[in-house]
């Protein structure tokens, strides 16, 4: 019975995601209404965020935010879908690249490159990033958090590697880029490092957003043991359906940085992407549940 209902979400997804965005937008507009007039999708927490994050903005202004920021998820989930049907050459159209000639000298010199994302709409859209950096000897790759659900996890996992790109268990992410300059592949690869740190990951503690903050420290890690440059990837939501990404510098060689360096780099740039368009980054986690206490200087 489960295999009949995996067959027929399959095929329900495959009929949405052939549909063009101007159909699909005005689902996205139902789905906002719904979200964040009639269900409340986590308003408190969006709302608790929000005004945490931004003291000196008023009642109307967060509520500004909070109703774009729902515009945007919505519009993002059925961006998402369409990324299930969508041909090489409209994802080309709809984001666009800043900065990318940097990295691919990185690989056509054989540099490994890590790249931090951060929960910013569309990042989903930026796993096609192997239509304009296919560099030969090389690989896009980014990692990923395994879903309870088997058919949500599959179908992401599709979507996702679509466009010359391949995903990544985070639990064996290092040993997989290791095996792959094994082979003399230059590897690419992204980290969504805005999460909270799993429990085997120390953390890196600092400010984010007017809260002290404890950052991912794994990717880090990762970037000096394969003494990888280190960019950041800045996302811009331009209008509906369009994204522009700028590649900002983060480390040449992050083997030469010292511990915690690279992580707040990423973090002061997180913000500012955060702080300039705020309404494109995810706020329905309960990202400071749990407080955190700055070191001692």
Not at 266 to 273: F, G, K, P, S, V
């Amino acid at each position: 019975m489960a295999r009949v209902g995996y067959k027929l979400a399959d095929g329900a997804m495959w009929l949405l995601s052939h549909l063009p965005l101007g159909v699909l937008y005005p689902l996205g507009y139902a789905l906002y209404l719904l979200l964040y007039y009639v269900v409340r999708y986590r308003r408190k927490v969006v709302m608790a965020n929000l005004a945490a994050s931004f003291p000196d903005r008023s009642p109307a202004q967060l509520r500004a935010i909070a109703k774009d920021f729902y515009l945007d998820f919505a519009d993002y989930v059925v961006e998402t879908i369409r990324l299930g049907g969508m041909s090489e050459r409209e994802i080309r159209r709809r984001v666009t690249y800043e900065n990318l000639a940097m990295v691919l000298d990185c690989l056509k010199e054989k540099r490994p490159v890590v790249a931090y994302f951060s929960h910013c709409f569309n990042w989903e859209w930026v796993t096609s990033l192997g239509v304009v950096a296919d560099v030969e000897g090389s690989e896009r790759s980014q990692v990923y958090r395994p879903l309870k659900s088997k058919w949500m996890d599959a179908y992401m996992l599709r979507i996702r590697e679509r466009f010359n790109s391949r995903c990544y268990a985070k639990a064996t992410v290092f040993r997989e880029l290791l095996r792959r300059r094994k082979e003399g592949i230059t590897t690419f690869t992204g980290f969504m490092s805005d999460q909270k740190p799993s429990h085997n990951d120390p953390g890196y503690v600092t400010m984010l957003l007017n809260h002290p903050t404890a950052m991912i420290s794994g990717t880090e890690t990762v970037a000096r043991k394969l003494s990888a440059a280190v960019v950041y990837f800045d996302m811009t939501k331009l209008q509906r359906g369009r994204y522009h990404v700028r590649i900002v510098p983060i480390a040449d060689d992050a083997s030469l940085t010292t511990p915690g360096e690279i992580t707040e780099r990423y973090t002061r740039l997180l913000e500012r992407n955060i702080e300039r368009q705020p309404s494109i980054w995810l706020w329905t986690h309960r990202r400071w549940k749990h407080r955190v206490e700055l070191p001692a200087d």
